[in-house]
Every structure is written in C-alpha cells, then in structure tokens.
C-alpha cells in the first residue's frame, strides 16, 4: 500500500506531557484538550518502554480509555514500574480502571452501564478537582467499574451508579476519573485538566502552538517540491482546505480531480467547478462518472460495502485521471482523525470505516498518500481554511461524506430515492438557514429511511417514504448532541417537505446523542 505522508508542525519546547495510547476513541482528542491548555503533549502507544518514557523527561503522563476490560488477559498494559517514576499519572476511564487493577485495587462488571450525561458528585478539597462544582454534569462511556479502591487511595467522586467515579493517591500524584474530562459535555472537564497540567504537574502552560498553515505548506513544499500531484477534491471544508494548502506549496504542479460520483447534494458539482476553477485559478478536472458509480452500487444494501466500493472507485478514477496528466505519484486526501479513529487505528476499535481510509486498495497506483489534515479536528480544520482565506461560506459549509448520499439512502441506491433525498434535504437545510441558524448548528441534513408507512394525502391512502431528519451540535465530532432546533422551524420543514417532494409522506427528527449513535446513519 502507498506510504502515508504526514505532515509534522508541532515543534516541543519547554515542558511535554505524555498521553499514553490505550487503544481509547478520544486519544487524540485528549492531546487537543491538553494543547488547548497551552502545554506541549505527544501520543505514545501504551507498549512504549519504562526507560523510554523515563528518558523523555515528561512532567506528566495521562492514561487514554480504551474498549477493553482489564481482566482480560489480552488487555493493553502498561509496566507497573511507570508510577515508581515519580511522575503524576491521570488514569481516564479504562486508564482509570488500569491504575486500580494493577496497583492492588478490583475491576468488576457493572450490572447497570453509564453512557452519556451523567450527574456526578465531586470533593472539590482534592487539587484535581479545585473550582469545580460540587454537583456537575460528566460524559460516562463504561461498563466496567473500580469495585475497590487501592490501598493509599481515595474515592473523590461519585455518581448514582459509580461508586469510583474519581480517586487519588495525593501523595504519589496518581489520579484517576473513570468519566471523559476531555469531551466537551463533561461540564467542567477542561479546568479538570487543567489543574492536573497546572497544580499537579506544575506546568508553566507556555506552550503555544506555531502556525501550522505556514509550517504545512513549508513542510509540503521540501517534501514535494517538483513532484506533480493530484488531489481529491469533493467541495466540503476538508479536502478544500488540503487542497489550497497544496496549492500554496507546489502551484500549478498540483492538479484537482472532482469526482461527480452522481451521490452529491442539490446543484453541489457546478458550486464545486465554479468556486474552484474560477474563484482559486486552480488546475481542476470535473469527471461525471454518475452512471459508473451507480452501476457498482446497484442492489448494494450493506453500508460497510457501500464504503468500500465508493473508496475503490474513487482510487481508480483518480488512478485513470492520473495517466492522462503523465508521471504523478502523489494523491492528496482530505482526511482528518475522526475519519481515522472510526475506521480503527491501532488499537482503537472500528466504528466505521470512512472511505479515505477503510475504503482505500492495497494496490492503489501510488507512490505516496498526503494528508495534510490527518491529525485535526473539525473546528481546526476550518481555523486553518480561515487563515487559508477561503471564504465564509465555504469554511462553514455543511461536512458531507466522501461517500455522499449513497450512506444517507439505508438500503439500496436507486436514481429515483437519490431525487427524493436531494430534494428534502436541500429544502431542510434552506430552512435552518433561514431560521439563521446554520452557525449554531454545526451539522444537519436528511436521510431515506427505507421505511414506508401509510399516510392520507387529497382523502385518499397513501403508503410512501419516511424521511428522518438529523441535527447536532459539536466541536471536535467524536461526540454530540442533537440539535434543539424550534419547533417552529421543525414544523416548517416538515410540512414543505411533505408538500414539495413526492413520494414522501413521513418526517421524523433524530434525538439520539453521539455516543450511543454516530452522527451519520450508516
């Protein structure tokens, strides 16, 4: 398979914190949270040396969760020799459960699982815990819980069904929460980790990140510099970003190749070749491969298989485009970490494999693939395109699947269910804008059910498409909640849609967070 380039733009300084790589979901979302607190942090997998981690000199290591059960023979763990270190260790969730097992505590399975918004009590007399509120809201995501607690430890937290939510052993500086300080519906979870890199660790949090659009485009210039590339581009945020980055390195050495795969939104492909080609003066071939998509799709029920054969097909168009503009060895993708960790990386459990990733042939014709974003977050994503100058409305237009419609349509793919959802969904989102609320939204679209349910239309029966609607609100994707959108706004949606588009006589709205369900439907 092609070499994956990344790019390098964090440069250590001063001080480092080490996020020690179980496996968890929220790994890199852990080194964010930590970044966002001005201290320099690096990821290592949890098979990384005692002598290693002692050598680097970190001021404070911080165990990830992870989907395992430390019981389990086969369980990732670490060395019991890293809390001998004399460094402060913070144990998150599976980390939490990890500290306990290996330092004389109990790991049982609950009989009742704790997942999402979680009511939980602190004692805030514990350095961890200083300025928090005594009764707050934390994200849980377990099923395994500490039963007892290790000798010279502590219990600081609680929730109904947690009798360890946190503990401390103050004097060695070893903490441990089994809930996610680091996903934003933890109501105090960043000042938790704050006092961790401040009062515990003793960070000076002077760490500030360099510009990583002027590092990037320096790093892809000496890296690249000469090499003719092409880049998948689709029109949503991501990839446009990676592409002016590219764009910015290597000029007119790079080549935009947009794949009208016949599964994108009302009017998407002439918005695409218009701003791009026009707007951006960049190298940009349209390929309408509608019918060739569509044929390799067709009775393809299987969201998994979906993924894969859009993956493939794009490769080879982009491979068949490539020979025709000479010697390319490159290909670009947008890809940022929410795409890698669904798709299951490392020891990370896969959710979902994402077609930039999961969906990519060993074969592929290739020397190398470059994902410039591959490390960012969403709302990264879009601070780099603002700096990029792209503007506004691109920046914010809505993220949409590499895969398209194709994973919004639940079970076959036809032209005539495609026609449905486009419309639907064009007429839902031109409500939350006119509502003025597509900023305070930071996703929203329709989907085709597959489910069909009889309906009265003129006094006569009808038997015709539901259409669910799906609204959340995030900062970094690994989690959400749905949307509140007025009902108002909900109504008038419905109501055109049920009016406007035929073939449908059904509108539901999602209120399911993220975890349990993922954002996208399939």
């Not at 934003?184 to 401040?198: P, R, W």
């Not at 951006?280 to 019918?291: C, K």
């Not at 097909?313 to 025709?324: G, L, T, Y």
Request: aromatic share 8%; proline share 4%; charged share 25%.
């Amino acid at each position: 398979m092609a070499k994956i380039l990344e790019t390098k733009s964090l440069k250590i300084q001063n001080e480092a914190v080490l996020v020690l790589d179980f496996g968890g979901q929220y790994c890199q979302l852990i080194a964010r949270r930590v970044r966002d607190c001005n201290v320099y942090c690096e990821i290592l997998p949890y098979t990384t040396s005692v002598e290693e981690i002692r050598e680097r000199g970190y001021k404070g290591i911080i165990f990830t969760g992870g989907p395992n059960s430390v019981y389990d023979e086969a369980s990732p763990r670490c060395s019991k020799e890293i809390f001998e270190l004399g460094v402060p260790v913070l144990g998150i969730c599976y980390g939490a459960q990890l500290m306990s097992y290996l330092l004389g505590g109990e790991v049982a399975s609950s009989n009742v699982k704790e997942y999402g918004k979680t009511q939980t009590q602190f004692d805030c007399t514990s350095s961890l815990f200083a300025g928090v509120k005594e009764s707050s809201i934390t994200w849980m995501s377990h099923t395994d819980y500490i039963a007892k607690i290790p000798e010279g430890f502590r219990v600081t937290a609680y929730s109904d069904h947690c009798p360890t939510a946190a503990m401390e052993d103050d004097s060695r500086g070893l903490y441990a929460v089994q809930f996610h300080p680091e996903v934003e519906h933890t109501e105090c979870g960043q000042m938790i980790l704050q006092n961790f890199l401040k009062k515990v660790c003793g960070c000076k949090a002077d760490w500030e990140m360099s510009s990583f659009t002027e590092t990037t485009i320096a790093y892809l210039k000496e890296q690249l510099g000469g090499s003719k590339v092409i880049c998948a581009l689709s029109g949503g945020v991501d990839s446009s970003v990676a592409a002016l980055l590219l764009h910015r390195a290597i000029g007119k050495d790079l080549t935009c190749i947009f794949v009208d795969h016949g599964l994108l939104r009302k009017n998407e492909g002439d918005e695409v070749e218009r701003v791009f080609r026009h707007q951006f003066d960049m190298n940009l071939i349209r390929v309408n491969a509608q019918d060739r998509f569509l044929n390799r799709l067709k009775d393809v029920e299987d969201p998994e298989r979906k993924r894969k054969i859009i993956g493939e097909e794009f490769i080879r168009v982009f491979e068949e485009e490539a020979k025709k503009l000479g010697e390319i060895n490159y290909l670009c993708q947008g890809t940022i970490y929410p795409d890698v960790v669904e798709s299951g990386n490392g020891a990370s459990a896969v959710i979902k494999s994402h077609h930039n990733v999961g969906g990519i042939p060993d074969d592929v014709g290739f020397v190398g693939i470059v994902e410039p974003l591959r490390s960012l977050f969403k709302d990264e994503v879009r601070r780099v395109g603002l700096e990029l100058g792209i503007p506004d409305y691109l920046v914010w237009r809505q993220p949409f699947p590499g895969p398209g419609l194709a994973v919004r349509i639940l079970g076959a793919i036809t032209p005539e269910k495609l026609e449905i959802l486009r419309e639907a969904d064009s007429i839902f989102r031109e409500e939350v804008a006119n509502a003025g609320l597509e900023k305070s939204i930071n996703q929203y679209f329709a989907v085709l059910t597959g489910i069909r349910s009889v309906g009265v239309m003129g006094d006569e029966r009808t038997y015709d498409n539901t259409i669910a609607l799906r609204a959340v609100t995030t900062s970094d994707f690994m989690t959400a909640d749905w949307a509140h959108i007025p009902h108002e706004v909900l109504a008038k949606a419905s109501n055109r849609i049920t009016n406007e588009v035929r073939g449908v006589n059904r509108v539901v709205y999602d209120i399911t967070s993220k975890p349990p369900a993922t954002i996208e439907w399939e």
